[in-house]
């Protein structure tokens, strides 16, 4: 099964040139997206009107009294802010959030072929959980590009999806993205002839850079916090994510 995974390296690298024209394609998606430039003029009237505004007096240590408004959210209101400004995932968001991973899983999987040879066990849970799903993405070829695409701008919109489990769809594909520059260095260096320990060396630091932002991602989406901690990556994730 791995020689045939193999075999098929070239149907993944297409794949990989086809997200490197979608990366250069992604601000100006991103651009005319509908939240980028929704905005909404701010009526005072229509706000005080959709709110509570009680009023009181203050008296200062000079003795003159001034009015001092204090305005009361609504129950919704408040509940939509706590979940915009909170980091805590609960119940089936921890599951969901995990989801996305899947991407970088299956297509940084290639650069564990050294490590399977080497532990037979990994291999075999290989063998057993990820080439299935290997084999999928490689019977359809648009089927990842689709899962890319949904992940990018699909999860951007989607009513009543909360922004951590947004935010970890919008880091997966970040993840998967980092995949492009080891993917097209061993493109040019293909048929070079270089030694095979160093072969072993750049496929393995990739595996473990890549196994390493994974499984920290689910193993803190499942505690019920946000893994916002993976450098560089997660900052561009909160930013493709948005404000709310």
Same mark, same amino acid.
């Given at each position: 099964?791995? !020689?045939?995974?193999?075999?098929?390296?070239?149907?993944?690298?297409?794949?990989?040139?086809? +997200?490197?024209?979608?990366?250069?394609? @992604?601000?100006?998606?991103?651009?005319?997206?509908?939240?980028?430039?929704?905005?909404? /003029? %701010?009526?005072?009237?229509?706000? =005080?009107?959709? $709110?509570?505004?009680?009023?009181?007096?203050?008296?200062?240590?000079?003795? $003159?009294?001034?009015? +001092?408004?204090? =305005?009361? %959210?609504? &129950?919704?209101?408040?509940?939509?802010? +706590?979940?915009?400004?909170?980091? !805590?995932?609960?119940?089936?968001?921890?599951?969901?959030?995990?989801?996305?991973?899947?991407?970088?899983?299956?297509?940084?999987?290639?650069?564990?072929?050294?490590?399977?040879?080497?532990? /037979?066990?990994?291999?075999? @849970?290989?063998?057993?959980?990820?080439?299935?799903?290997?084999?999928? %993405?490689?019977?359809?070829?648009?089927? /990842?590009? =689709?899962?890319?695409?949904?992940?990018?701008?699909?999860?951007?919109?989607?009513?009543?999806?909360?922004?951590?489990?947004?935010?970890?769809?919008?880091?997966?594909?970040?993840?998967?993205?980092?995949?492009? @520059? /080891?993917?097209?260095?061993? !493109?040019?260096?293909?048929?070079?002839?270089?030694?095979?320990?160093?072969? !072993?060396?750049?496929?393995?630091?990739?595996?473990? &850079?890549?196994?390493?932002?994974?499984?920290?991602?689910?193993?803190?989406?499942?505690?019920?916090?946000?893994?916002?901690?993976?450098?560089?990556?997660?900052?561009?994730?909160?930013?493709?994510?948005?404000?709310?």
């Amino acid at each position: 099964m791995m !020689e045939t995974r193999l075999r098929n390296f070239s149907r993944c690298t297409k794949f990989q040139h086809t +997200k490197c024209i979608l990366l250069f394609m @992604l601000p100006t998606l991103l651009i005319s997206s509908s939240w980028a430039f929704q905005t909404t /003029p %701010f009526s005072p009237s229509s706000f =005080i009107s959709s $709110h509570q505004v009680g009023y009181s007096h203050v008296q200062n240590k000079n003795g $003159h009294s001034s009015l +001092k408004a204090k =305005i009361f %959210f609504p &129950a919704t209101t408040q509940t939509a802010l +706590k979940m915009w400004n909170s980091d !805590e995932i609960n119940g089936p968001d921890k599951i969901k959030a995990c989801i996305p991973y899947l991407l970088p899983l299956i297509d940084g999987d290639m650069y564990g072929k050294f490590i399977y040879q080497r532990v /037979p066990p990994l291999k075999f @849970l290989d063998d057993l959980f990820i080439a299935p799903l290997v084999d999928i %993405f490689e019977a359809y070829p648009f089927f /990842p590009l =689709i899962f890319f695409v949904l992940l990018v701008l699909g999860t951007r919109n989607a009513d009543g999806m909360s922004r951590v489990v947004r935010f970890n769809a919008q880091q997966a594909v970040l993840i998967d993205i980092t995949l492009i @520059l /080891p993917t097209l260095i061993g !493109e040019g260096l293909d048929g070079v002839g270089v030694p095979r320990s160093y072969q !072993e060396f750049g496929s393995n630091f990739v595996f473990y &850079a890549l196994m390493t932002a994974i499984i920290y991602s689910v193993a803190t989406n499942l505690t019920g916090r946000k893994p916002n901690g993976i450098p560089y990556v997660s900052d561009a994730a909160e930013y493709l994510t948005g404000p709310f």
